[in-house]
């Protein structure tokens, strides 16, 4: 089968769950706003895939993503806006004026200069009244990913810190904010909203810390999550062959099995690479 008749039939299939009469009653009830989650959620399967290298898992979770952008166009479609065909068109004919040193005759001499051109090519495109360097950067973004955005762009015009190690200090600035937050007398509400903004800080620092290591932050706290989440499932493992309770153990007994499941890592870890998917643990 070729892509196009691939292609063909997956919107055959979309058309069909979606018809008033023979239809699946879910897929008929769906909305844009409905399915949006579902269209961010296998985004991130796509990434989990990518990070544990689990290729037959990459290759459901891209048919997954695409029957997300599919079922869009649908909806759309019915509605009289647009279709598949216009969807693929307009992200061909993107790409297309975005590089014109591929399909044009500009030159670019390296992938850095191609991003600065890039973004050059958006701002022209957007031809906004804002003329700040933070315009086109959309609020419905994953809070950490906007952070992201915004400071690379603050970076653009000269508005960074130098190094690592300056930002670090930035970090042990707003943390010393958040203990100083926590060690005042509580007086409700108005607290509440104190701590949540001098953690926002610290979180918005951390971001930026990130980005000064190159190190992708959501799959830093994917890995860390992974980790955790390992270790502890290896702590129950050992209290049940104690015949113990994980939960009916004080918290010094659970430090004691959470640092066994730690010390055995450390035994395998030399063995071979650790693994987000558990296979060390």
């Known amino acids: 089968m070729s892509a196009g008749e691939a292609i063909e039939r ?34 991130y399967e796509v990434a989990d895939a990518i990070a544990r290298g689990d290729f037959a898992a990459l290759l459901e979770e891209l048919g997954d993503l695409l029957l997300q952008v599919v079922f869009h166009a649908r909806m759309a479609e019915e509605a009289g806006l647009f279709g598949f065909t216009e969807v693929a068109q307009a992200i061909s004919e993107k790409l297309i004026r975005r590089h014109p040193h591929v399909f044009g005759d500009a030159r670019i001499a390296s992938a850095e200069e191609q991003s600065r051109a890039w973004e050059a090519h958006k701002r022209r495109e957007r031809g ?14 994953p809070e950490w990913m906007r952070a992201q955005k915004l400071q690379k762009r603050a970076a653009e015009v000269g508005f960074d810190w130098q190094s690592p190690q300056a ?11 958040l203990k100083r937050e926590l060690e005042r007398p509580s007086d409700g509400a108005s607290r509440h909203e104190r701590l949540s903004d001098e953690l926002g800080d610290l979180f918005f620092v951390l971001i930026n810390l990130s980005r000064h290591l190159g ?7 994917r890995h860390a999550n992974a980790k955790f989440e390992r270790r502890f499932r290896r702590m129950e493992a050992l209290a049940r062959a104690d015949g113990r309770s994980l939960a009916e153990l004080p918290l010094a007994e659970q430090d004691r099995y959470w640092d066994r499941a730690k010390a055995e890592e450390a035994e395998i870890a030399p063995l071979g690479a650790e693994t987000e998917g558990g296979a060390s643990a």
Do not use: H, N
């Not at 699946?24 to 399915?35: A, K, L, V």
């Open 10 to 43: 997956l919107l055959a299939v979309m058309a069909r769950l979606r018809d008033p009469e023979q239809g699946c009653p879910w897929d008929r009830e769906q909305d844009f706003r409905s399915i949006a989650p579902y269209t961010i959620e296998e985004a």
């Open 128 to 141: 906004e009244a804002d003329a700040s360097a933070l315009a086109g950067i959309a609020p419905g973004l």
């Open 167 to 177: 930002v670090l200090q930035k970090l042990e600035e707003e943390l010393a904010e």
């Open 215 to 221: 190190v992708d932050p959501g799959a830093a706290i």
